[in-house]
C-alpha cells in the first residue's frame, strides 16, 4: 500500500508537470531542443544527406525513433503531433524506470524504509516532475532508463544484455556505453591493502594547477576572454579564488576516504573479461566511424571544450555544483555526502569497474550542469541503498525526508513569466524571468540565483542532519565498524 501511494504521488505530479507549462522557445522545444524536434520530423532526409554535428549526432535514438515510427503509421509531424509523441514516450519510459526501479529493489533487498527514500530521491525531483515536461525535446531521461537498464542486466548476470544497452547508448548518451564497458568487463573486485599513500592532497593539487593552467591558456588565445566569460558568467578573481580552495578542500576529502588498494599488471590481465571488451570495443569503434560518415564537420563541435566546462564552471562560485545539485537532485546528494565514507567503500570495493564509474562520476560530479550527472544517478542506488540498508530509520523520518526531497524539488513554482520569452531571446540569461529557468542548471546561475540556493541548500542539509540526528540516543552504526555523523 505504501508503495502504491508513492506511485500514485509520482503518477500525479509527473502528469501535472507533462500537461503543464512549456518552455516558450520554438513553440515549446526550446534551445537544443528545437534541434531533436527536427530530427524527429526529418531525420530519413537530413541523416542520410547533410548529417548532424558530432556531438548531437551521439543522441539522437528517441527521436529518429519516433521519426520512423511516424513513417510507419503515416502521421504527419507537425510541432502538435511530435509534442504529443514526446509527451506518450515520456510517459512509458517513466513507467519503465519504475519497474526496474522496483525489480533493482528486490534483487538487493531492500528494506522498505530504504526504498522509500530512494524512490523518493531518485524521482521526486525537479527534473522528473518538472523539467521533462517543462522541455520535453531531451535525451537525458532516456539516458537514465537505459542506465537503469545496464544495472539490472549486471545484477541479472546478464552481460549480453549490457552489451545490447552499450549499443544504444552510443547513439543515446555515450557515457552509457562506458558505464556498460566497464561494469561487466572489470566485474573483480580491487585486491585490498591496509597500508598506503595517501594521494588527497596530490589530487587536489592537481586539479588546482589544471584549472589555473586552463585559466592562463584561454586569456593566452585570441578568444580565451570570451571562451572564460561564457564557461564562466558573472564570476570574478575573488569568486574563482576562494572556488579553486574550497574545490581542493572537497577533493581532498573525497580521496581521504578512498581504501587502499593496489592493482598491477597482473592483476588487470586477470581482473578483466576480454572477449566482452573486445567485441564492445569493437562494436562501439563501428557505430562512431559510422556516425562519423554521417558528420557535417561545418557544424562546430569540441570534446576540449566540453571538457573545459567540467573544469572551469565549478570556479564560478564557491560550492556551485553542490548546490546546483542540490537544485536538481533534492536531497540525494546531501545524503551521498552524509554517508560518505561508507558510500565510498560500498562503491569503490565492489569491483575495479565499479572503482573506474567512480572516477567517472567525481569528474562530472564537479560539472555544475546538473544534468549531465544523469546516466550515472541510478548507479549511486547501489552503494547508497547498502548503507542505507544498516540504518534503522523511523517512519517519521522518512516522511520528513520526503516531505523536504518536494519541496527541494520546486515542481509548483511556475516557471514561464511575463518577460521569460523576451530575455531568451535577447539572451539576457540573467533577468530575473530567464533565472527561473536556468537557474536549475546551476552552471547558469546568476549571483541571486547561487545566493539563494546556497541559503536553501544550507537550510536543507540543516533539516536532514536534524531529522536524521533523531535517533533513539545511540549513533547510527555500521558493520564495518565505522559511524556516521
Known amino acids: 500500500m505504501k508503495k502504491l501511494g508513492l506511485f500514485s504521488i509520482l503518477f500525479l505530479l509527473f502528469a501535472i508537470s507533462l500537461f503543464g507549462e512549456k518552455i516558450p522557445v520554438q513553440d515549446g522545444a526550446g534551445f537544443d531542443g528545437e534541434f531533436y524536434r527536427l530530427v524527429a520530423e526529418n531525420f530519413s532526409a537530413d541523416f542520410w544527406n547533410q548529417g548532424y554535428d558530432a556531438f548531437r549526432i551521439q543522441r539522437i535514438f528517441p527521436f529518429c525513433a519516433i521519426h520512423y515510427g511516424f513513417k510507419f503509421f503515416h502521421v504527419a509531424t507537425t510541432h502538435e503531433n511530435l509534442m ?6 515520456h510517459g512509458l519510459n517513466l513507467l519503465l524506470q519504475i519497474f526496474l526501479f522496483s525489480r533493482i529493489s528486490k534483487i538487493l533487498q531492500w528494506k522498505p524504509t530504504t526504498e522509500i527514500l530512494l524512490f523518493a530521491a531518485f524521482f521526486l525531483n525537479f527534473f522528473t516532475l518538472k523539467n521533462c515536461g517543462y522541455e520535453p525535446f531531451q535525451s537525458d531521461a532516456f539516458a537514465i532508463s537505459l542506465s537503469l537498464l545496464s544495472l539490472y542486466f549486471y545484477l541479472k548476470g546478464m552481460k549480453w ?31 585490498l591493502e591496509k597500508e598506503g599513500r595517501n594521494l588527497s592532497g596530490k589530487w587536489a593539487l592537481l586539479y588546482s594547477a589544471l584549472a589555473v593552467l586552463g585559466i592562463v591558456a584561454l586569456k593566452m588565445t585570441g578568444h580565451g576572454i570570451v571562451v572564460t566569460n561564457l564557461l564562466m558568467r558573472d564570476s570574478n578573481l575573488a569568486w574563482t579564488a576562494a572556488s579553486i580552495l574550497f574545490i581542493s578542500a572537497a577533493l581532498w576529502s573525497v580521496f581521504r576516504c578512498m581504501p587502499r588498494f593496489r592493482l598491477n599488471c597482473g592483476d588487470f590481465v586477470k581482473k578483466c573479461d576480454w572477449k566482452f571488451l573486445t567485441l564492445s570495443v569493437f562494436i562501439w569503434v563501428a557505430v562512431k566511424i559510422f556516425l562519423k560518415i554521417h558528420t557535417n564537420e561545418e557544424f562546430f563541435s569540441s570534446s576540449s571544450f566540453f571538457a573545459l566546462q567540467i573544469l572551469l564552471r565549478p570556479l564560478k562560485y564557491p560550492l556551485i555544483s553542490f548546490v546546483g545539485h542540490v537544485a536538481f537532485y533534492g536531497i540525494l546528494p546531501i545524503l551521498v555526502a552524509f554517508t560518505f565514507r561508507n558510500f565510498v567503500k560500498a562503491f569503490v570495493n565492489r569491483s575495479v569497474g565499479f572503482a573506474l ?18 546516466s550515472l544517478i541510478p548507479l549511486l542506488l547501489l552503494p547508497l541503498g547498502e548503507v542505507l540498508n544498516s540504518w534503522e530509520l523511523k517512519k517519521y523520518q522518512i516522511f520528513s525526508l520526503v516531505g523536504i526531497q518536494l519541496l527541494l524539488s520546486h515542481f509548483y513554482l511556475p516557471i514561464n513569466s511575463e518577460n521569460i520569452l523576451s530575455e531568451m531571446e535577447a539572451a539576457n540569461w540573467t533577468g530575473e524571468a530567464a533565472q527561473r529557468y536556468l537557474m536549475n542548471f546551476g552552471a547558469y546561475m546568476s549571483l541571486e540565483s547561487y545566493l539563494l540556493w546556497l541559503g536553501i541548500s544550507v537550510l536543507a542539509i540543516l533539516a536532514c542532519y536534524g531529522i536524521l540526528k533523531i535517533q533513539s540516543k545511540r549513533k547510527m552504526r555500521f558493520p564495518d565498524g565505522g559511524e556516521q555523523f
Do not use: Y
Not at 504529443?84 to 514516450?89: F, R, V
Not at 567517472?360 to 546538473?370: G, T
Open 84 to 89: 504529443k509523441a514526446m509527451l506518450g514516450l
Open 161 to 191: 544484455g549490457n552489451l545490447g544497452i552499450a549499443l544504444l547508448g552510443a547513439i543515446t548518451w555515450p557515457l552509457i556505453t562506458l558505464q556498460c564497458i566497464f561494469l561487466v568487463a572489470f566485474d573483480r573486485p580491487f585486491s
Open 357 to 374: 564509474i567512480f572516477a567517472l562520476l567525481m569528474v562530472f560530479a564537479l560539472d555544475s550542469e546538473s544534468r549531465h550527472l544523469a
